[in-house]
């Protein structure tokens, strides 16, 4: 048996009754309520005013019903409509933006996965303690711009989709940085970037085992990022600042790829250090998960980020990807959510998946 994360209080509102699967209305939404439809478990959208009307558009992923508020962080306060409604609230990367890891880590209403994760991620200096006492790979950290000896990028803590990080080509060119919250200057490392899609699930007795469970590797993708892209980002930002355009980092999509299979034991090496260090730190990551870091030409992997919840790279693969495909036929990282909450259910384990 594994870790017990939630007490007997949290889990009472979901006890004896089949679980709501709930999660704010964006970024992975429309994947995750597909996925409870499929596995038969009723769903929950949680919208800021009316409810969106492109739901009416996807039957398939449509939520049940709906719970309008007028701000995401008024959640607190319909926190006993949602334990009447037996939910279990998904994180994503919007819900977590927006209403806060630190207001996730003290809602009273059961939350898939170790909510305790959460402030781990969203704090870039605890995140690099976890990993690097992993002894997983990263690029170099400077302190200050005075450290900074070549290319680097400037990134904000916190999941923002990319936006406000900044590219420096030196020392000199960080003069240019305006800062408006936390950040973190980090070493640009030139190669391909994967983001790797995992779930650990504590309840598994098979497969790529770690701790009491196991990894999957459900999917892999990369990301569109408005206006700036790939290799030339160095050099073109200065042209683009010239020009009176300042380039931005923001993901406006995502594109599927394949790690070439040679490299798979390496990436899974990667995942197992991860969960295995967060067993000690906190107790564990449940669920979903993202490692994102770059393939040098010198197939060296570097890990400049984690994502500890779904991430919206995974809705390429509703349907299936080239990986979860191996696992289950037309596995999305949705239904697989789905899945372990059943589990958990029918085994009486939600205390290990649930906090």
């Known amino acids: 048996m594994g870790v017990s994360l939630a007490s007997d209080a949290r889990l009472a509102s979901i006890r004896?009754?089949?679980?709501?699967?709930?999660?704010?209305?964006?970024?992975?939404?429309?994947?995750?309520?597909?996925?409870?439809?499929?596995?038969?478990?009723?769903?929950?959208?949680?919208?800021?005013?009316?409810?969106?009307?492109?739901?009416d558009?996807?039957?398939?992923?449509?939520?049940?019903?709906?719970?309008?508020?007028?701000?995401?962080?008024?959640?607190?306060?319909?926190a006993d409509r949602l334990r009447r409604e037996g939910a279990i609230l998904i994180p994503h990367g919007s819900f977590v933006e927006y209403l806060g890891a630190?207001?996730?880590a003290t809602l009273d209403v059961p939350v898939f996965g170790n909510r305790a994760v959460l402030g781990w991620e969203s704090d870039r200096r605890k995140e690099r303690e976890w990993l690097e006492s992993a002894g997983v790979t990263m690029p170099k950290r400077f302190e200050t711009a005075e450290e900074v000896d070549g290319p680097v990028i400037v990134k904000y803590y916190g999941a923002k989709g990319g936006k406000g990080f900044f590219l420096a080509k030196n020392r000199e060119a960080l003069a240019d940085f305006r800062p408006t919250g936390p950040y973190v200057i980090q070493e640009y490392?030139?190669?391909?970037?994967?983001?790797?899609?995992?779930?650990?699930?504590?309840?598994?007795?098979?497969?790529?085992?770690?701790?009491?469970?196991?990894?999957?590797?459900?999917?892999m993708d990369r990301r569109d990022e408005a206006n700036i892209d790939e290799l030339y980002k160095?050099?073109?930002?200065?042209?683009?600042?010239?020009?009176?355009?300042?380039?931005?980092?923001?993901?406006?999509?995502?594109?599927?790829?394949v790690l070439r299979e040679s490299?798979?034991?390496?990436?899974?090496?990667?995942?197992?250090?991860?969960?295995?260090?967060?067993?000690?730190?906190?107790?564990?990551?449940?669920?979903?998960?993202?490692?994102?870091?770059?393939?040098t030409e010198d197939l060296q992997f570097k890990v400049f980020e984690i994502s500890?919840?779904?991430v919206a790279g995974t809705n390429l693969f509703i349907s299936g990807s080239s990986?979860?495909?191996?696992?289950?036929?037309?596995l999305s990282m949705g239904r697989r959510i789905a899945q372990e909450i059943k589990r958990g259910e029918a085994e009486g384990r939600l205390s290990e998946i649930l906090s």
């Open 16 to 55: 004896g009754r089949v679980p709501t699967v709930t999660t704010l209305c964006s970024h992975s939404s429309l994947q995750i309520f597909h996925g409870a439809r499929a596995e038969g478990l009723p769903t929950l959208g949680i919208s800021v005013g009316e409810p969106p009307r492109f739901y």
């Open 234 to 257: 160095l050099g073109a930002q200065e042209e683009l600042l010239k020009a009176g355009i300042r380039p931005t980092f923001v993901v406006t999509g995502n594109v599927p790829v």
């Open 323 to 330: 990986y979860s495909d191996m696992v289950a036929p037309g």
């Open 308 to 310: 500890t919840r779904i």
């Open 102 to 104: 630190e207001t996730f």
């Open 189 to 219: 490392v030139l190669g391909t970037r994967y983001y790797m899609h995992f779930f650990y699930s504590p309840l598994s007795d098979r497969g790529y085992r770690v701790g009491h469970g196991s990894i999957e590797l459900l999917g």
């Open 263 to 295: 490299l798979l034991p390496k990436s899974f090496d990667v995942a197992a250090r991860i969960i295995e260090r967060s067993i000690e730190l906190f107790g564990g990551m449940v669920g979903p998960f993202c490692v994102e870091g770059i393939m």
């Open 57 to 78: 558009a996807f039957p398939l992923a449509r939520p049940d019903r709906f719970l309008s508020v007028p701000k995401v962080k008024d959640l607190p306060h319909v």
